[in-house]
């Protein structure tokens, strides 16, 4: 690396990070009955200590209603909020910062699934409109596909649940909250006119299919003032989603202004990867743009963090040229508990990674496998 911009420390909302390599949030399912574990401490530990700028949490669920499958973890009660101190004290005490991704998922639920049951709610998204593509519930008999949702009549009322998450957040002690508005959840179900064909101040235009979010977002501020994120995928066809080109420019540029305007921490973007297609009748949802140059312009007040196989090479290049301010990183920090200290010192990220063990599909009696067992450089050695 010709220069040494993407360790050099940034100030992102009131936290001063260390350098500007996060870890971005992962699925990974350890979780027990939605719980924070201690093995889950140890994991996210491991990555403060191996260096991270910041560390995003795998996506917290904010309430039972809006669950999509067993050992994702929440953050809805008091036995939560004690779990993930646990977890944000080990974290600060190895120097690192973490953020707390708050999401639910909307018509990505199933009614069956044991959560969503103990809820005694429906199934919520914007419109009555079944996801095509993508999901399968393997925990339940037969693997269902998705259902249609009921509209939910009062969108408020899962504001009101994501502010209650950020208190709890709080409470546990997370530096910040990181909004969750790709892959299809909830905030990108009201984005999407795919999914949202409401008629009412939430649907329509795109000032009305944006209010969800941008509520979301304010709601969030009233908690956490300058430390809220939003993560955005706006080429993402994952999860029957994805809109024609114009469309997707005109939304998402729309969106994000309006989002900037808030003086957010961050604004995480994640370039189009045709992993995150989905195929509906053979044709790829996704929508094929340049991310980064697409919105960029649109992001003033706020930091903005690039994601998806972004090299640290191509990070300090785009640091150094003033396009992005930093970089999240997933897979590699999943596989590299000390992926900063690797990039400083030119060791190989080399641990290959374990994808059948990415989501938990071992039995609990072996869930450190492919999660806390990765080897540092210098345990390999």
Not at 21 to 38: C, D, K, V
Not at 257 to 278: G, Q, S
Request: proline share 6%; hydrophobic share 35%; charged share 20%.
């Amino acid at each position: 690396m010709s220069s040494q911009n993407i360790f050099k420390p940034i100030q992102v909302g009131s936290a001063q990070l260390r350098n500007r390599i996060g870890m971005s949030a992962l699925t990974r399912n350890r979780a027990e009955a939605t719980y924070p574990t201690e093995l889950m401490k140890e994991y996210y530990e491991q990555r403060a200590i191996g260096g991270a700028g910041i560390i995003v949490t795998e996506g917290i669920l904010i309430c039972r209603q809006g669950t999509p499958w067993p050992n994702a973890p929440g953050l809805w009660d008091d036995k939560h909020v004690t779990g993930w101190k646990a977890v944000t004290d080990a974290v600060h005490g190895a120097g690192g910062k973490i953020y707390a991704q708050l999401w639910h998922a909307g018509r990505l639920s199933h009614p069956d699934t044991p959560e969503q049951k103990l809820a005694g709610e429906p199934v919520y998204a914007p419109s009555a409109i079944a996801a095509k593509s993508h999901v399968r519930f393997r925990q339940i008999p037969g693997e269902p596909g998705t259902v249609t949702p009921t509209a939910v009549d009062d969108p408020r009322i899962l504001i009101d649940k994501y502010r209650h998450a950020a208190i709890n957040a709080k409470r546990a002690g997370f530096d910040g909250v990181e909004l969750m508005a790709s892959s299809g959840v909830l905030p990108h179900q009201f984005l999407d006119y795919n999914s949202n064909q409401r008629t009412d101040e939430w649907g329509g235009s795109i000032e009305n299919r944006s209010r969800f979010g941008i509520s979301v977002l304010k709601t969030l501020k009233e908690v956490y003032g300058s430390d809220v994120g939003l993560k955005l995928n706006p080429g993402a066809g994952i999860n029957d989603l994805g809109m024609p080109l114009q469309d997707t420019l005109d939304t998402f540029s729309y969106f994000i202004t309006e989002a900037d305007k808030l003086n957010l921490a961050y604004i995480a973007l994640v370039r189009y990867n045709a992993v995150h297609d989905a195929l509906v009748n053979g044709t790829a949802r996704g929508t094929d743009h340049d991310v980064l140059e697409s919105y960029r312009s649109y992001i003033k007040n706020s930091k903005l963090f690039l994601n998806s196989e972004v090299t640290p090479d191509e990070a300090e290049e785009l640091i150094s040229a003033g396009k992005i301010d930093g970089t999240f990183i997933g897979l590699r920090w999943a596989t590299h508990p000390d992926l900063v200290k690797r990039i400083e010192q030119g060791i190989p990220l080399n641990n290959p990674p374990k994808m059948q063990l990415l989501q938990a599909t071992a039995s609990k009696e072996d869930y450190a496998s492919g999660y806390t067992d990765y080897p540092t450089a210098a345990a390999a050695a």
